[in-house]
């Protein structure tokens, strides 16, 4: 499998090759022609000026007089001139030599045929690269002779052949130069992405301590960040997970215990035996197993807020028509506890849209608090009132209260703190999410040994 490093070097390689290819051959273009055009600008000019100043002379002359007017007016250093006959064999050059050669050119056929032709090639006669550019001499409509120019184009080879080279130097010298930025920046770019994964297989190994360092403000470190905020948000998951599975257990092996404990003390009591005892366990069996059932609810109730499945079959209402439902319902453990439950209740309606059940099991769970961490002698005080676009709900106690550092974890999932209370620890954590899906508030104040008060704050309804 290739590297995200090995693409991208090969992609950046890829990618300067072809940059560096096409300007390569553009700047070669432009060059080739520039000199092999200026050579062929020059060559031609020439042939064009002497055809301007000698063409009248030579029109009139036989073939042998232009052999003689060519050699004692026309030739000059820089260029070769010949002088060819109408076929294209040559009759004397500028040196006087006069070879036995018959030029079939292109640029000789092109003057044979009454127009003035260039050509660049190998000249048979000199042997080496030459650009020639012939012209016709005219004596009556016919082609009588013809004047080919040429000019060696070693130098300008030489030059081409200096300049190409240089290119391809140029042009591998950048490429290397690219390979190695590329190597840096993919280095750069993949080292935070090994580390990162480096980090998540050590966590899939079990070590949640691993962090991945942030080194630049870019896109990668946003990933790392938001990484490193995972792994914290995973770790307090894990961390809840395990005080769940400690909590729940021990949760559920108290009212176990003592219903099966009964159960066996049933079983095996005789029939002549007092019913006291028998009624005593039908008790306990009775209050561990609504217990048992208590502790199911709040789990499934937690199950459904943290799948975000928690459905509110909401209704317009008057609020304090659920709290009065309780407070009547709860109104029995007054005896039992010896605990004075007070009610207040706002001028009706206060009206509110919401689940008047959810509503009561929030409200039952805040009393059966109340009543748990008051001491008997104590009071309990329940009362609902409109606070400017808010229906209120105020349940305070004069029990034993909330430490500080406790209080700001009571509503966390399985926080039950150093109570010495069984329970779940959902409890309030199920009704803040419950009065937050309302649209609502749940407020906690508390001192230690100044008791306690919850305030329930849900939107009001002004249009009905």
Same mark, same amino acid.
């Given at each position: 499998?290739?590297?995200?490093?090995?693409?991208?070097?090969?992609?950046?390689?890829? *990618?300067?090759?072809?940059?560096?290819?096409?300007?390569?051959?553009?700047?070669?273009?432009?060059?080739?022609?520039?000199?092999?055009?200026?050579?062929?600008? %020059?060559?031609?000019?020439?042939?064009?000026?002497?055809?301007?100043?000698?063409?009248?002379?030579?029109? %009139?002359?036989?073939?042998?007089?232009?052999?003689?007017?060519?050699?004692?007016? /026309?030739? @000059?250093?820089?260029?070769?001139?010949?002088?060819?006959?109408?076929?294209?064999?040559?009759?004397?050059?500028?040196?006087?030599?006069?070879?036995?050669?018959?030029?079939?050119?292109?640029?000789?056929?092109?003057?044979?045929?009454?127009?003035?032709?260039?050509?660049?090639?190998?000249?048979?006669?000199?042997?080496?690269?030459?650009?020639?550019?012939?012209?016709?001499?005219?004596?009556? &409509?016919?082609?009588?002779? /013809? $004047?080919?120019?040429? #000019?060696?184009?070693?130098?300008?080879?030489?030059?081409?052949?200096?300049?190409?080279?240089?290119?391809?130097?140029?042009?591998?010298?950048?490429? $290397?130069?690219?390979?190695?930025? +590329?190597?840096? *920046? #993919?280095?750069?770019?993949?080292?935070?992405?090994?580390?990162?994964?480096?980090? &998540?297989?050590?966590?899939?190994?079990?070590?949640?301590?691993?962090? #991945?360092?942030?080194?630049?403000?870019?896109?990668?470190?946003? *990933?790392?960040?938001?990484?490193?905020?995972?792994?914290?948000?995973?770790?307090?998951?894990?961390?809840?997970?395990?005080?769940?599975?400690? +909590?729940? %257990?021990? @949760?559920?092996?108290?009212?176990?215990?003592?219903?099966?404990?009964?159960? @066996?003390?049933?079983?095996?009591?005789?029939?002549?035996?007092?019913?006291?005892?028998?009624?005593?366990?039908?008790?306990?069996? %009775?209050?561990?197993?609504?217990?048992?059932?208590?502790?199911? @609810?709040?789990?499934?109730?937690?199950?459904?807020?943290?799948?975000?499945?928690?459905?509110?079959?909401?209704?317009?209402?008057?609020?304090?028509?659920?709290?009065?439902?309780? !407070?009547?319902?709860?109104?029995?453990?007054?005896?039992?506890?010896?605990?004075?439950?007070?009610?207040?209740?706002?001028? +009706?309606?206060?009206?509110?849209?919401?689940?008047?059940?959810?509503?009561?099991? !929030?409200?039952?769970?805040?009393?059966?608090?109340?009543?748990?961490?008051?001491?008997?002698?104590?009071?309990?005080?329940?009362?609902?009132?409109?606070?400017?676009?808010? #229906?209120?709900?105020?349940?305070?106690?004069?029990?034993?209260?909330?430490? =500080?550092?406790?209080?700001?974890?009571?509503?966390?999932?399985?926080?039950?703190?150093?109570?010495?209370? =069984?329970?779940?620890?959902?409890?309030?954590?199920?009704?803040?999410?419950?009065?937050?899906?309302?649209?609502?508030?749940?407020?906690?104040? +508390?001192?230690?040994?100044?008791?306690?008060?919850?305030?329930?704050?849900?939107?009001?309804?002004?249009?009905?």
């Amino acid at each position: 499998m290739k590297s995200v490093q090995t693409r991208m070097v090969w992609s950046y390689l890829l *990618l300067i090759v072809l940059v560096v290819s096409v300007l390569g051959g553009v700047f070669a273009t432009l060059m080739w022609n520039y000199y092999y055009g200026s050579a062929h600008s %020059s060559v031609k000019q020439r042939a064009e000026s002497a055809l301007t100043l000698h063409s009248r002379s030579l029109s %009139s002359l036989t073939v042998q007089d232009q052999v003689d007017y060519m050699l004692q007016y /026309m030739v @000059e250093g820089g260029t070769s001139l010949q002088l060819l006959d109408s076929k294209g064999q040559i009759r004397i050059d500028s040196d006087g030599f006069a070879p036995d050669i018959r030029y079939t050119t292109g640029d000789v056929k092109a003057a044979i045929a009454g127009n003035t032709g260039s050509w660049r090639g190998v000249d048979p006669y000199y042997g080496e690269r030459v650009i020639s550019v012939t012209i016709p001499l005219w004596n009556d &409509a016919k082609v009588v002779s /013809m $004047l080919r120019y040429s #000019a060696s184009l070693k130098q300008v080879d030489a030059m081409i052949s200096q300049l190409i080279r240089m290119t391809v130097a140029v042009g591998i010298g950048v490429v $290397l130069l690219f390979l190695g930025l +590329s190597l840096f *920046l #993919a280095q750069r770019i993949v080292k935070p992405i090994r580390e990162l994964t480096r980090a &998540a297989r050590y966590m899939a190994e079990g070590d949640w301590t691993r962090r #991945a360092l942030r080194r630049n403000d870019d896109e990668i470190g946003q *990933l790392a960040e938001t990484f490193n905020t995972m792994v914290i948000e995973l770790s307090k998951r894990e961390k809840l997970k395990d005080d769940f599975i400690s +909590s729940i %257990s021990h @949760e559920l092996r108290t009212p176990l215990t003592s219903i099966k404990g009964w159960s @066996e003390t049933l079983k095996e009591s005789e029939p002549t035996e007092d019913d006291e005892e028998v009624k005593l366990g039908l008790s306990i069996i %009775s209050k561990e197993t609504e217990r048992l059932s208590g502790l199911v @609810e709040d789990l499934l109730d937690f199950s459904k807020l943290s799948a975000r499945t928690m459905e509110l079959h909401t209704e317009v209402l008057d609020f304090n028509s659920p709290v009065k439902e309780t !407070v009547n319902q709860l109104a029995v453990r007054e005896e039992q506890t010896r605990v004075r439950l007070l009610a207040a209740y706002g001028k +009706s309606p206060i009206v509110v849209r919401g689940d008047a059940n959810r509503l009561k099991q !929030v409200i039952i769970n805040l009393i059966d608090n109340a009543f748990k961490f008051t001491p008997a002698g104590g009071t309990i005080r329940v009362a609902t009132a409109i606070e400017q676009d808010w #229906a209120r709900l105020v349940v305070s106690d004069t029990g034993c209260g909330i430490d =500080g550092d406790d209080l700001l974890h009571v509503t966390e999932k399985f926080y039950k703190g150093n109570t010495g209370q =069984g329970g779940s620890g959902l409890g309030l954590a199920i009704c803040k999410e419950i009065i937050e899906l309302h649209g609502g508030q749940l407020t906690i104040d +508390s001192e230690r040994g100044a008791g306690t008060v919850v305030t329930i704050r849900v939107p009001l309804m002004h249009e009905a």
